[in-house]
């Protein structure tokens, strides 16, 4: 009989630790007296936005001689068990930098490649910055899309390369993707030499000479409202807390149009009138597009880099099952997780469903086959003959998401994640949609400015001075669509999508804006229809200056931060 194999790592026994920690007295339960009840003024009272309905909480039956062999939940340790919460939080953050080194010196022996460090290694972002990073602190509320409640004043973390020209005309504004900090690049203006020394999750695109050219341009990075590097989101202190107290799932419901919202305030801070262009990929070309749509007069030109004009259900599907498996983590604790254990587990399983959506399968087959750990020489026995296959990550593909949902529990915050992820499935710029919405903002701040509706004029916007936006009239909406009928018996589109007609009238506000729509075909998390469907719907509203490119390759919908010859290319002939 071979000898025993040793327990692969990832189903050894847990150690001794203690699991259980005693709750901080936070403001879970806190709850504003009423004006009526307060010796201050109603005026000065907080009236925090509203917060989204979480999930039921759910009731697992314990069932003697079932799964767990045991008719009721095991236990918390008693709180005596505890030894101090800094000390226990460093131990586990140790535990898991050490276990994160060692997957990744496992796959870069079996991958023959060197190690390297240089912050690039994979997609969205991995890069945690030093709180160096420059801060917008807004001293005014902001109006919000789902809350009658706006949110109080927040702040907006960004970065900037090169020199705004005297015209105040030159200026790029980059929105990130879902998991990305405001360091887009490294060598920043007024940053430290700590944080601008640092390569960013598109370096090789923006830089003197580069597609982005510093040298031209005056370029911004946002980390978005909702965001954990450093602008207000769920981690941020909660305004009546003691400082220590957080948001956490008290946070409102975001949708991208308030993500770009508070951009346009950054922007009034830093004296900018109309970009020079708006470029984004993944939720950041969603927010590219809803920046020329609320403020079209302020936006020079508008690029789109595999994202969409509104969210595909195969992405909808997708997110959510990310959502599911991090709230189903016992540490998520309904979002209120900051004094105790983070979603450790929940976040890993999140992160390898995302991962597998960010690249495609034929280059996994090329990247990784079908080799195995149990099958490399060192788990061969005497004979030659290879190990037993194991139930721990053994296919190099299991080693490479495991290792990838390792290092993704160290740079994210989880709510973050929810609160984005959530607003990408929102994002539907069809009339019908932005109509709905714009009736209700504009019900529940009649002296903000005003959210358009898509027919309003392009002198009506965020940035408008007085709130003049009314709804269209039925005679209105049905001309509209006669034309855009019109419109589609001579134009041949290459989208077949059904939503095509309503879209485009979504989009009509953008007509005369240049656009650059990108698409993939190997991206399965924005499939190449969708980006196929925003140029289409575009062009039908009769603007003249839409350029589609449809890219090949086996990147999948990474080919936005990988493939510098031909996105990189396109961005530069679309600028220049």
């Known amino acids: 009989m071979p000898p025993r194999a040793s327990l692969p790592r990832s189903i050894q026994l847990p150690s001794n630790k203690p699991t259980w920690k005693p709750p901080k007295p936070h403001l879970a339960s806190y709850h504003p007296p009423s004006p009526s009840s307060s010796s201050t003024s109603s005026t000065n009272h907080f009236i925090p936005p509203v917060s989204p309905q979480l999930p039921a909480r759910r009731k697992p039956a314990f069932n003697p001689g079932g799964f767990g062999l045991q008719s009721s939940p095991k236990p918390a340790p008693a709180p005596g068990s505890w030894k101090g919460k800094e000390k226990a939080r460093e131990a586990q953050l140790e535990e898991i930098r050490k276990r994160d080194?060692?997957?990744?010196?496992?796959?870069?022996?079996?991958e023959g490649r060197e190690s390297k460090k240089d912050g690039k290694?994979?997609?969205?972002?991995?890069?945690?910055?030093?709180?160096?990073?420059?801060?917008?602190?807004?001293?005014?509320?902001?109006?919000?899309?789902?809350?009658?409640?706006?949110?109080?004043?927040f702040q907006i973390a960004y970065e900037t390369w090169g020199t705004l020209n005297a015209a105040r005309d030159n200026a790029?504004?980059?929105?990130?993707?879902?998991?990305?900090?405001?360091?887009?690049?490294?060598?920043?203006?007024?940053?430290?030499?700590?944080?601008?020394?640092?390569?960013?999750w598109w370096e090789d695109f923006v830089g003197p000479g580069k597609s982005i050219d510093t040298d031209k341009f005056f370029v911004i990075c946002t980390n978005v409202l909702g965001g954990c590097f450093g602008s207000t989101g769920p981690s941020s202190p909660y305004p009546p807390g003691d400082g220590e107290t957080r948001w956490a799932t008290r946070f409102p419901m975001l949708s991208i149009h308030d993500m770009t919202r508070a951009q346009f305030d950054l922007l009034d801070h830093l004296g900018i009138d109309k970009l020079y262009a708006s470029i984004g990929s993944s939720m950041?070309?969603?927010?590219?597009?809803?920046?020329?749509?609320?403020?079209?007069?302020?936006?020079?030109?508008?690029a789109s880099i595999s994202a969409s004009g509104r969210s595909g259900l195969n992405g909808v599907g997708m997110r959510y099952a990310q959502r599911s498996v991090l709230m189903a983590d016992p540490n998520w604790n309904r979002g209120f997780y900051y004094d105790g254990v983070p979603p450790h587990n929940g976040m890993k399983l999140a992160r390898q469903i995302a991962t597998i959506t960010y690249r495609s399968g034929p280059e996994w087959e090329q990247r990784f086959g079908r080799q195995?750990?149990?099958?490399?020489?060192?788990?061969?026995?005497?004979?030659?003959?290879?190990?037993?296959?194991?139930l721990s990550p053994d296919f190099l593909i299991e080693t490479y998401l495991d290792h990838q949902g390792e290092r993704f529990c160290l740079t994210y915050d989880a709510n973050s994640m929810i609160y984005l992820s959530k607003a990408m499935d929102l994002f539907d710029m069809s009339s019908a949609a932005l109509t709905s919405l714009a009736k209700k903002f504009n019900s529940a701040y009649p002296d903000s400015n005003p959210f358009p509706y898509p027919s309003d004029p392009v002198g009506i916007s965020i940035s408008s001075s007085k709130n003049t936006a009314q709804p269209s009239s039925e005679q209105d909406r049905e001309a509209s669509e006669k034309e855009t009928k019109k419109k589609l018996k001579k134009f041949i589109p290459t989208s077949k999508s059904p939503h095509l007609s309503e879209l485009s009238q979504g989009l009509k506000r953008l007509k005369d804006i240049p656009a650059l729509v990108l698409g993939v075909q190997s991206d399965v998390l924005f499939p190449v229809e969708q980006q196929r469907e925003l140029a289409d719907a575009l062009k039908l509203t009769g603007n003249e200056n839409v350029t589609y490119y449809e890219l090949g390759g086996v990147w999948g919908h990474d080919t936005f931060l990988l493939d510098v010859q031909n996105v990189g290319g396109a961005i530069r002939g679309f600028l220049h």
């Open 372 to 390: 195995m750990l149990s099958e490399q020489e060192a788990a061969l026995d005497s004979e030659g003959n290879p190990d037993v296959p194991r």
């Open 121 to 153: 290694e994979e997609a969205e972002a991995c890069y945690v910055p030093p709180p160096a990073t420059l801060h917008f602190h807004s001293t005014k509320n902001l109006p919000l899309l789902y809350s009658p409640h706006p949110l109080p004043p």
């Open 284 to 302: 950041g070309g969603m927010q590219s597009i809803s920046m020329a749509y609320i403020a079209p007069e302020r936006v020079g030109r508008v």
């Open 172 to 200: 790029i504004l980059l929105h990130t993707g879902l998991s990305a900090s405001s360091h887009v690049a490294s060598r920043g203006n007024d940053v430290s030499s700590s944080t601008s020394s640092k390569p960013g």
């Open 101 to 110: 080194e060692e997957i990744r010196r496992d796959e870069e022996r079996l």
